[in-house]
């Protein structure tokens, strides 16, 4: 009963993401970003008994809840506790050597936000870990403690476009020469001595970049999107689609340039005259700006409200 109710949010844009995979009954779908297998049982319910979904995800909890939710549908569907960015692995080690269609709903999760001490939430105190996959080293704990300040700097703004990164990085490492940065609390307090009090942020927690920029860097977010679409274009089947969720600018950036490079094929430099590097389009963009949630989910479920989804076809 206890994991329903963790698992229990809508997933976003869940009748849109549907329509943009154009689901084929004998089709073979992945999920890559199973969760609570919101998305994930929806699609195979669209799938006959000749289709297949995989649903992966990095999260163990995620994975004994997805497996659970999904084994009404039998072996049309199998889950994998992996990075979505392994999916050519995943797929040649099954004898898979197309796919028809890829999901990815990026970021964290409900119930990784709602679970207190997995760390990612600023507003529970618990041990700073943020690990969406537990048995990866690194945690926010050791970036925290053991970043240099000049990294620490660049990962507040890069990460997390904090206005207020030097200052910031500078408290944490005065705090840390007095005793070991541990919990969730101890950092939302140096953040707190960190930011102005009217800092004109949209209402926002002061704490809630730095630790999107600590997340993003503990689980290395940002730098398997691009090499994974790259990777599910090579796997999909022409007509194949790939719709992909996003919930903040750095995320929707990559998947848009990504997405835009495959579409025009083409890198010679604008000044030739004529193609020479002999690159063609390898997808088309369903739709040409993103798909918001409607005014109706919106107000259903208020962390929908940053989200977009970006569609591509396999030409």
Do not use: W
């Amino acid at each position: 009963m206890e994991e329903q109710i963790v698992f229990s949010h809508r997933s976003v844009l869940l009748d849109e993401c549907i329509e943009a995979l154009s689901i084929r009954p004998d089709g073979v779908y992945v999920d890559g970003t199973a969760g609570g297998a919101g998305h994930s049982s929806v699609i195979a319910s669209h799938l006959g008994e000749g289709g297949k979904l995989l649903a992966l995800d990095q999260d163990e909890t995620a994975v004994r809840v997805a497996s659970e939710r999904l084994s009404r549908f039998g072996e049309r569907t199998e889950v994998v506790h992996t990075n979505f960015c392994d999916l050519a692995q995943v797929c040649e080690a099954r004898g898979i050597a197309h796919i028809d269609g890829l999901l990815l709903d990026l970021g964290v999760s409900s119930y990784q936000l709602d679970t207190a001490e997995r760390g990612f939430s600023y507003r529970a105190d618990a041990p700073l870990d943020m690990r969406m996959d537990a048995s990866k080293p690194l945690t926010a704990k050791q970036i925290v403690n053991e970043y240099s300040e000049e990294a620490l700097r660049r990962i507040l703004f890069e990460y997390g476009e904090e206005r207020f990164s030097s200052r910031i990085a500078s408290n944490i490492i005065r705090a840390r020469e007095t005793a070991e940065i541990k919990t969730t609390g101890e950092l939302v307090e140096i953040i707190k001595r960190s930011v102005p009090t009217h800092h004109g942020d949209g209402g926002h927690h002061p704490a809630m970049r730095t630790f999107q920029a600590l997340r993003i860097e503990v689980n290395a977010e940002l730098d398997v999107i691009a090499p994974a679409i790259k990777s599910a274009v090579s796997l999909l089947n022409p007509g194949g689609r790939i719709a992909i969720i996003t919930f903040h600018s750095l995320e929707d950036r990559i998947v848009k340039q990504t997405f835009a490079s495959l579409a025009s094929g083409c890198t010679c430099p604008k000044s030739l005259p004529v193609c020479v590097c002999g690159n063609r389009p390898k997808i088309k963009l369903v739709n040409k700006k993103p798909i918001l949630p409607s005014e109706e989910e919106l107000k259903e479920n208020p962390r929908s409200h940053s989200a977009k989804l970006r569609v591509a076809e396999k030409l």
